[in-house]
């Protein structure tokens, strides 16, 4: 079991950046694949980026290519997403999420979650 805790987030001019961090307990963080998920006010979560257990395997939606940056540091259990460019429409809280299979954008393929951390983009 893995338990997640996501920081970073706060209240950001539109144009500017931010690092999430989700810091991870336990022993096995490398064993898991790793995701960032986001819920906007009224709307669905939504899926952002994803991350293999070896960092070599990245993936993004269409609408955070470019902008954001997954990594993970193995070594320290912690998972970030640097985020640039903001944007209103990237005002919600971002989630991490843990798979014991693989790297995916459904968010049914996640075992554990983190509690959330707010981004609000001001315009």
């Known amino acids: 079991q893995v338990q997640l805790v996501e920081s970073g987030g706060g209240l950001v001019q539109a144009g500017g950046s931010l690092r999430l961090s989700c810091a991870a307990s336990?022993?096995?963080?490398?064993?898991?694949?790793l995701g960032w998920f986001r819920q906007a006010p009224g709307k669905e979560r939504e899926f952002v980026s994803a991350?293999?257990?070896?960092?070599?395997?990245?993936y993004y939606a269409d609408s955070t290519k470019g902008r954001f940056t997954i990594s993970r540091d193995n070594a320290k259990n912690t998972m970030y997403l640097h985020i640039n460019s903001l944007n209103p429409e990237d005002t919600a809280v971002y989630f991490c999420?843990?798979?014991?299979?693989?790297?995916?954008?459904?968010?049914?393929?996640?075992?554990?979650w983190g509690q959330g951390t707010q981004v609000t983009a001001s315009s």
């Open positions: 336990g022993r096995t963080f490398s064993s898991y694949n």
């Open positions: 999420a843990a798979s014991r299979t693989g790297p995916t954008m459904n968010a049914a393929g996640y075992d554990y």
């Open positions: 991350i293999s257990r070896s960092t070599i395997t990245t």
